[in-house]
């Protein structure tokens, strides 16, 4: 059962902090709360999201956005929320209905999914893949089945040609994308995220602890070039600013969420705002140096799971509860929980500030078009991280 | 050219054709019904005239008669030209510039809704502002508003 | 501020009518309510307090401009009066998504169809909100207008009037308050499962 | 990169011929109710996938019968009637139909009155055009210049409020003058207005005119040729786009412009060919300057004196016709009018520019995408009051 769990999670599955090994009942539980937690993120970011959303918004604009609903309009998107759920479920009469109703769905999970492999501090993972750049870019190509069943289902033509823009412009982001992450992994040699940290923590020329310095960005003009195309195919990928054609508000009406209303439009309102966030966190980790940013981290003791760290801390201890009070009062646990919340407070400061840049880039660009997506991606972006790839490659022979 | 040279160019291409209406204000030429196609190809190919741009064609219910009123311009000699066509009230029908001025497409199915002017060999004839289904013209002196229309009273 | 326990139940009403996004007003009007056992009809379950604030300050209006009102509309939704700040800035384009139709603008007989078309688009809690002397009555075209519709009222229901010709963005801005106290003393629930309000 | 249509169309043809690919055509509505449709026009679109084959505008659904009610009321009522037809810029179509029943009485207008008419007029021409710019930027996506757009719009509202107590439909230039005199403080907003206006100017520049994405939207698209634009009847910043240098406020003077001097833009093809959608949008952003300018000139020239002419309380005009094209910011708009010497008039036609404007788009919109149509149809910047009339 053990050697189960640990191929399914991960190499060294014995410092997956929330994985240990024991009974399939304990994994389960513990995996649909992590689960639950991983959704709130979601819809966390999408209430950030909207709330940051219509407030820069009205800031770039000159106006101010909601202020009154709440302290500072904070309670607006909950209201949003609440709103939407009470809306009346309505299907058009000409839709396919279980299509209709599938779509959100699968456009929700195809964004939650990613999550599972995501980090959000140095242990604070849902699971350490050891494919977790694969296993990401694999499951976001369900959002987009979720969206072409979204354009056919509702049977109106908005959605059908909203549909048809986001299958090509899928097309054409994915290749330019995947190419500007082998640029990466060629580098870091593997492709999980605690190993791409750690290549961009190795001293670079010479500089014995490059805190800065050593980000992905800058160790290589490859992959200084694989950022700018990575994260253009990410707002491709996130439906965002010049590339929101699928969702064309002044030529296509609304796009394939043309003819959803009430809560199934709000999980495609959350898709999109959690597609951003795992943008721009993936984005965070794979080129900014994800939670070895400009904070620097404690040193944390060797991995160790929580299991063992457990027993160490709390021997002798009769009761349970002082046993808990122990392990929190542990130096040992202190500075390990603080390298974890410095992590996350690196890795999730730089993703939000890419969040925002998204939300600033969709408040000044227009929207290009179908056409000029597809030669944007497919006749500059591809040949360019084609060679990319080529001089990380050949970087990579010349060092070593 | 001033208008008196272009009504004596005119009247030497078209002797005794045309009259000259007599109201005060800007000055208008009645052409005949069925010569209005040659005076309208020979004003717009004629090189000193030259009157490329129809302005504006109205039709006009003057209680008695009706009549169909023309403005050219022309934008390299900048002088203007007025023609007016009277109809009869029963069977109002005259020949279509379209072929010649494209704007004139949509001005003569304007002309055509409002006061049911009937315009030959237009590409398609039919309603341009008012529904379809809408009975009457309403320009003309003598029409009545509808008392209802799909079931909205008035 | 005087404070609010003295206050009698009707002040509260009145202000809360005048200010429904104050939280805190409304609740402590709720409690008096419930203390004093208030004519059963006015009493307003906390769950249809939730529902209607939330529904009143996120007020979703559908962009449905018709002619010069529309262009005040526009204002409205402009930097000087931004209608944002309370929520209504969202303009979706779809009627699905869209709570309040702001019919901006003369409605002619070759419009109506579609006006009535998209109204029953419109998912459920809708509202209505005939902005103009046109669509109230016609407006300057009421005499002669043959082929307009002489108030909207005439096809569909219509919650809120705003008068002028452009209204004014502040008339706007007040038809919105009147909407939201509006929508604040609605009871979903009640009217849904008969549960709540006179429980 | 000029998709190329023809070659595609062609393929795709013999493709469906060759039986192997069937392709249907379908009909889209840009129905009356669509964000980018400026209003209640209605698009019918004959589309092969996202390939235009006709564009079909139909017109009427806010036919309010201006022309029935000219007929039916007095000469002075007809003037708030007119205020709602192109609705922004009413100063515009007010003084075009004012100065067309002063030209059949032969009366004469004071100086002052004609100056704040060119001033107001002026000023109303630089709120439209605002407005033609924040749409177009919203058609092809870019939400934030709408709202720069309006915000400089205020100023000029604000203004007219002062002037004429009201935000859109004035009501101000009346027969034989103006409502209102210009006192100092309404000319220092305006000398403020004309200050910031032109220091925000360049603000619009960088946010869409040299904006790459925006060039690449609206270059090359719609191109319209000069005998196109002249048989179709276009006018206005349409027309001098394709390269036809005619503004009437230049070749047929109206309300001593002459006195006034400023150059009229025309197409030049900068960032691609003459008369593409960035043209007409790169014309009307020329003409605000050229308008700031000429309100300035007649500011510092206004002359003393009275605004109004004294007039009989029942107008009744000479029996005859006149027709008097003024230059709206959509091109020209005149009234034909046709008196018989009774207090309300035989006949008053009007001639929209809109409704020329609009009626070449189903021969520019062949063979485009369905993003271009809307790009078109944006950049020719009509408004459905004065096509509906």
Not at chain 4, 38 to 49: F, K, S
Not at chain 4, 51 to 69: M, N
Request: with cysteine; net charge neutral.
């Amino acid at each position: 059962m053990n050697d189960f769990i640990q191929s399914l999670f991960g190499p060294n599955g014995v410092n997956v902090w929330i994985a240990p090994s024991s009974t399939w009942l304990l994994a389960t539980i513990l995996f649909t709360g992590a689960g639950i937690v991983v959704f709130v993120w979601v819809a966390l970011m999408s209430v950030i999201g909207t709330y940051a959303e219509r407030r820069v918004a009205g800031y770039m604009q000159g106006r101010l956005g909601p202020n009154r609903v709440g302290w500072f309009g904070v309670l607006q998107p909950i209201a949003d929320g609440i709103k939407l759920l009470g809306k009346e479920d309505l299907i058009p009469a000409g839709a396919a209905k279980w299509l209709f109703r599938l779509a959100p769905i699968l456009v929700f999970c195809g964004v939650l999914i990613p999550y599972a492999a995501l980090p959000f501090s140095p242990r604070l993972v849902v699971s350490d893949m050891a494919v977790a750049i694969y296993y990401i870019l694999a499951f976001e190509a369900l959002e987009v089945v979720g969206v072409l069943m979204a354009g056919w289902a509702p049977n109106s033509k908005w959605s059908l040609y909203g549909g048809m823009r986001l299958a090509a412009q899928m097309l054409s982001y994915e290749i330019p994308m995947g190419l500007a992450l082998v640029v990466i992994v060629l580098f870091a040699g593997s492709l999980n995220f605690q190993q791409i940290v750690a290549w961009q923590q190795t001293p670079m020329m010479g500089i014995e602890d490059p805190n800065i310095l050593g980000w992905g960005i800058f160790r290589s003009p490859a992959c200084f070039v694989a950022f700018f195309i990575f994260f253009i195919g990410g707002l491709a990928s996130a439906k965002r600013a010049p590339f929101d054609l699928p969702e064309a508000e002044s030529e296509l009406v609304a796009g394939y969420h043309t003819e959803y209303s009430g809560m199934r439009f709000a999980f495609f309102f959350m898709a999109e705002y959690g597609a951003m966030y795992l943008v721009s966190a993936l984005t965070a980790i794979l080129f900014l140096g994800g939670w070895y940013g400009p904070l620097p981290l404690p040193e944390g003791i060797s991995p160790a799971s929580l299991v063992e760290l457990w027993n160490t801390n709390t021997a002798g201890q009769e009761s349970f509860w002082s046993a808990c009070q122990a392990f929190i009062s542990a130096p040992v646990v202190l500075t390990t929980a603080g390298a974890e919340l410095i992590g996350f407070i690196n890795l999730a400061g730089k993703a939000l500030i890419l969040f925002f840049t998204m939300i600033w880039i969709r408040w000044t660009l227009p929207r290009i078009r179908i056409d000029q997506v597809m030669h944007l991606c497919l006749k500059v972006l591809l040949p360019l991280s084609m060679i990319a790839a080529l001089g990380a490659a050949i970087q990579i022979v010349i060092m070593n | 050219m001033e208008f008196t040279q272009l009504w004596d160019k005119l009247n030497k291409r078209f002797p005794e054709r045309l009259t000259l209406a007599t109201e005060s204000g800007d000055k208008q030429i009645q052409v005949k019904v069925d010569d209005l196609i040659a005076v309208v190809d020979y004003i717009k190919n004629d090189s000193a005239l030259a009157f490329n741009f129809l302005r504006l064609i109205s039709a006009v219910d003057t209680g008695k008669e009706f009549s169909c009123v023309y403005h050219f311009y022309s934008y390299q000699h900048a002088h203007g030209l007025i023609l007016t066509v009277s109809l009869n009230r029963a069977n109002p029908t005259l020949p279509s510039l379209s072929s010649r001025y494209a704007t004139a497409d949509w001005l003569e199915r304007e002309c055509y809704d409002m006061m049911g002017f009937n315009f030959l060999e237009h590409p398609e004839l039919r309603r341009i502002l008012l529904p379809h289904d809408w009975d009457g013209y309403p320009l003309r002196k003598d029409y009545q508003q509808p008392a209802e229309y799909h079931g909205t009273k008035h | 501020m005087s404070s609010n326990e003295n206050k009698t139940a009707e002040e509260l009403l009145a202000q809360s009518i005048s200010n429904p996004r104050d939280l805190t007003r409304y609740l402590q009007y709720l409690k008096i309510i419930r203390e004093q056992e208030l004519s059963s009809s006015v009493l307003i379950c906390p769950f249809d307090a939730a529902i209607n604030w939330s529904r009143a300050n996120s007020i979703w209006p559908l962009t449905f401009g018709l002619a010069c009102c529309a262009i005040e509309m526009m204002a409205v939704g402009a930097d000087k009066f931004d209608l944002d700040r309370f929520g209504a800035g969202a303009f979706r384009a779809t009627p699905r998504q869209a709570d309040l139709m702001i019919v901006a603008g003369t409605v002619t007989y070759k419009m109506m169809p579609r006006v009535k078309k998209l109204y029953e688009q419109m998912p459920d809690p809708k509202y209505v909100m005939a902005m103009g002397a046109c669509t109230i009555g016609g407006g300057p075209y009421c005499k002669f207008g043959y082929h307009v519709v002489k108030g909207i009222d005439k096809f569909i229901p219509v919650d809120i009037y705003v008068p002028g010709c452009p209204p004014r963005p502040e008339a706007l801005i007040d038809a919105l308050f009147k909407l939201q106290a509006k929508i604040a003393h609605d009871s979903p629930l009640e009217n849904r499962f008969g549960v709540g309000g006179n429980g | 990169m000029a998709l190329n249509t023809e070659k595609f169309i062609s393929q795709v043809n013999d493709l469906s011929a060759q039986g192997n690919l069937h392709t249907e055509e379908i009909l889209v509505n840009m129905g009356p109710q669509h964000p980018s449709t400026h209003g209640v026009l209605r698009l019918v679109i004959q589309t092969d996938g996202e390939l235009v084959a006709q564009a079909f505008p139909q017109v009427g659904f806010l036919h309010r019968c201006f022309e029935k009610i000219a007929e039916s009321v007095t000469y002075r009522q007809v003037v708030p009637y007119t205020d709602r037809l192109d609705y922004i810029a009413s100063m515009n179509n007010a003084l075009a139909y004012v100065l067309g029943v002063e030209k059949l009485m032969q009366i004469e207008i004071f100086p002052r009155a004609q100056y704040i008419r060119v001033i107001v007029a002026e000023l109303n021409r630089i709120a439209s055009h605002l407005v033609a710019f924040g749409t177009y930027g919203l058609d092809l996506g870019a939400f934030t210049p709408f709202l720069y757009g309006f915000r400089e719009r205020e100023l000029i509202l604000s203004i007219f409020e002062e002037l004429s107590g009201a935000r859109l439909l004035y009501h101000y230039p009346r027969i034989g003058g103006v409502a209102k005199d210009i006192d100092a403080k309404i000319a220092a907003d305006i000398r403020a207005f004309i200050k910031t206006m032109r220091r925000t100017w360049p603000e619009y520049n960088a946010l869409l005119t040299e904006n790459q994405i925006f060039i690449k939207r609206s270059a090359n698209i719609g191109v319209i040729s000069a005998e196109n634009a002249i048989s179709y009847g276009l006018t206005g910043p349409c027309l001098r786009a394709s390269g036809v240098a005619f503004d009437i406020r230049k070749a047929q003077p109206y309300s001593s412009y002459e006195k006034f001097d400023f150059n009229i833009p025309t197409g030049q093809g900068t960032k691609g060919q003459v008369c593409d959608c960035w043209d007409r949008y790169w014309v009307r952003m020329c003409e605000i300057q050229e308008s700031l300018k000429i309100i300035e000139q007649a500011l510092d020239s206004l002359p003393e004196g009275e605004i109004r002419a004294k007039l009989p309380a029942v107008l009744k005009l000479p029996a005859g016709n006149v027709y008097l094209p003024c230059e709206n910011p959509r091109g020209e708009l005149g009234f034909f009018i046709i008196s018989d010497f009774q207090p309300k008039a035989l006949r008053i036609k009007m001639r929209a520019p809109s409704f020329c404007n609009l009626s070449i788009v189903n021969k520019i919109c062949r063979g485009v995408l369905v993003a271009d149509v809307v790009a078109i149809v944006g950049s020719l910047d009509i408004v459905l009051g004065e096509i509906d009339r």
